[in-house]
C-alpha cells in the first residue's frame, strides 16, 4: 500500500492517506475523503510503501486529483473564509465579546463555516451566529480552543528552531508536568520550558521514559556514598554518562562512575550480616 501525506492547510497537521491508485508529486491538489465530506488538500510528503498493518484503523482514500472546477471551488471557499473572518472580528468588536478569533474554516462543500477561538471564560455568542449565519446563508459553528491548538492553528518555530511539533506530526496533546523537567535535570526558567502556546513544551514528554529508567540506579541526590577516595555524598547526577558528582569529606567535588562508589547504606547492611 502507498501512502501518501496531505495536509489541508499550511501550517495544519499531516495526515496519512491511501494513496494507492495514483501517481502523486509534492505539492499536488487532491481531493480526498474526511470523516464530514470530501475535502481539499495537497500532498506535503511523497508516498511512501507501508504495510497496511501498521495502521490500527483502515486509511481513508485519495478520491481523485483536482480537476478545475475543484480548484475553482477551492478559491471560493478561500474567499469566503477571508470575508467571513473579517466580518466575524467586526461583529466581536461590535457586539463587544470577550474572545479572540484565530482561525476560520469552510467546509469545501459549503454546507459549514466553523469559527475556532480562544477566551478566558464562557461567551454568549447566541447574535453573533445569527449575524454570521444570516451573512452567508449556511450553517455556522463557534468552537473554542485553549492555547495550545491556538499554537497549532497559527504555527510558528519552537526554541530549536524547528516548525511547531503540533504542527507536525503531534496527533494529541499529553500531558507535560514540571516534574518531567526535574527529571531530565532541565533549569526550571519558564522561559527555557515553556513553548510558542505559553504552556510547558511537548517535548519534554519525548525522553521522560528514558530519564526514569536511566535514574533507576543512580544514587538519588543528597545520598552518601563511598567512593574509591572516600566517603561523600551525591550533589549532582549526570544521568545520560551514568556519573554522580560526589563532594568528599576533605571538601573536593569528584566525578565518578556507577562502578566507583557505593551507597553507605551498602556497607551498613554488609558490616550487621557480618
Not at 501525506?5 to 491538489?29: N, P, Q, W
Not at 474567499?79 to 467586526?90: A, F, I, P
Not at 535514574?215 to 550533589?235: A, R, S
Amino acid at each position: 500500500m502507498k501512502v501518501v501525506g496531505v495536509k489541508f492547510r499550511d501550517h495544519g497537521r499531516i495526515f496519512d492517506y491511501d494513496s494507492t491508485e495514483f501517481a502523486l508529486k509534492d505539492r499536488d491538489i487532491v481531493v480526498v475523503e474526511t470523516d464530514h465530506a470530501p475535502e481539499l488538500g495537497f500532498v506535503a510528503r511523497m508516498p511512501l510503501e507501508r504495510d497496511p498493518k501498521f495502521f490500527p484503523k483502515p486509511l481513508k482514500k485519495i478520491i481523485r486529483l483536482a480537476d478545475e472546477n475543484d480548484m475553482e471551488q477551492g478559491q471560493r471557499n478561500l474567499y469566503v473564509e477571508r470575508e467571513s473572518k473579517r466580518l466575524c472580528l467586526s461583529k466581536i468588536q461590535e457586539h463587544n465579546l470577550s474572545m479572540k478569533l484565530i482561525g476560520v474554516e469552510s467546509f469545501w462543500d459549503g454546507s459549514k463555516i466553523l469559527f475556532y477561538f480562544v477566551s478566558d471564560g464562557r461567551v454568549d455568542f447566541r447574535t453573533l451566529v445569527k449575524d454570521l449565519a444570516s451573512a452567508f446563508s449556511t450553517r455556522i459553528e463557534m468552537r473554542q480552543v485553549g492555547v495550545r491548538n491556538e499554537a497549532k492553528m497559527i504555527g510558528g518555530l519552537g526554541n530549536c528552531g524547528r516548525e511547531l511539533c503540533c504542527c507536525t506530526f503531534l496527533k494529541e496533546f499529553e500531558p507535560v508536568s514540571v516534574k518531567m523537567a526535574k527529571e531530565q535535570n532541565l533549569a526550571l526558567n519558564p522561559q527555557k520550558i515553556s513553548g510558542a502556546c505559553g504552556r510547558l513544551m511537548c517535548c519534554l514528554a519525548y525522553e521522560i521514559g528514558t530519564y526514569t529508567e536511566l535514574k533507576k540506579d543512580l544514587p538519588k541526590v543528597g545520598k552518601k556514598v563511598v567512593t574509591l577516595q572516600g566517603p561523600g555524598k551525591v550533589i549532582q547526577q549526570n544521568i545520560i554518562n551514568q556519573k554522580i558528582r560526589v563532594v568528599l569529606e576533605d571538601g573536593r567535588e569528584v566525578e565518578f562512575g556507577l562502578e566507583e562508589i557505593r551507597e553507605e547504606s551498602f556497607f551498613e547492611k554488609y558490616r550487621k550480616g557480618r
